[in-house]
């Protein structure tokens, strides 16, 4: 495991199930669960179940592990919300925005640059119930692997 790597991060606690999540897709090596201060409607978060911090630290068979699911959630998020096109991006340390100091892609429908599209990064909560109803449309349009 990489020393920078703290097992108290928010993710280590919900891959340990000891926080919930509204979660999407599982794998042996990923996770996929929606973000709960969503920047956008289907905001969807990719992480791996290796203790990871950035991309740099993620070991090649990881890295794979999460193309592979950002590639399946994402399909499904363009399909759950009509959009036809997506963008995946993450952080790689606080001075590049990093929040939560283990690794994942977010997942959005459509552009992060159209007018107004994205609220302000990880600052409101949504509401639960909405987060399911659109994680249950996320489900239903994921494709097997
Ligand atoms: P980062 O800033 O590290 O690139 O992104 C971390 C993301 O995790 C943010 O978009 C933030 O809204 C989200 N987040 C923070 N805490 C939690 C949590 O407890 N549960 C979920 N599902 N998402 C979280």
Redesign the pocket.
């Known amino acids: 495991m990489n020393e920078k790597y703290d097992n108290n991060n928010?993710f280590a606690k919900?891959l340990r199930g000891e926080?919930p999540?509204?979660k999407v897709y599982e794998d042996n090596y990923t996770l996929a669960?929606?973000?709960?201060?969503?920047?956008m409607e289907g905001?969807t978060?990719v992480i791996s179940k290796e203790p990871a911090v950035t991309i740099y630290d993620l070991s090649d068979e990881a890295s794979l592990a999460c193309m592979r699911t950002v590639k399946l959630i994402g399909i499904a998020v363009e399909a759950a919300m009509k959009v036809p096109g997506s963008t995946v991006f993450?952080?790689n340390g606080k001075d590049a925005?990093?929040?939560?100091d283990h690794f994942?892609f977010?997942v959005m429908p459509g552009s992060l640059f159209r007018a107004n599209a994205m609220k302000g990064?990880?600052t409101e909560l949504a509401d639960p119930d909405d987060l399911k109803d659109i994680a249950d449309r996320i489900i239903s349009c994921i494709k097997s692997g």
Do not use: K, R, S
């Open positions: 928010i919900i926080l999540c509204i669960f929606m973000d709960i201060m969503p920047q905001h978060l993450q952080h925005g990093q929040t939560v994942h977010h990064h990880a």
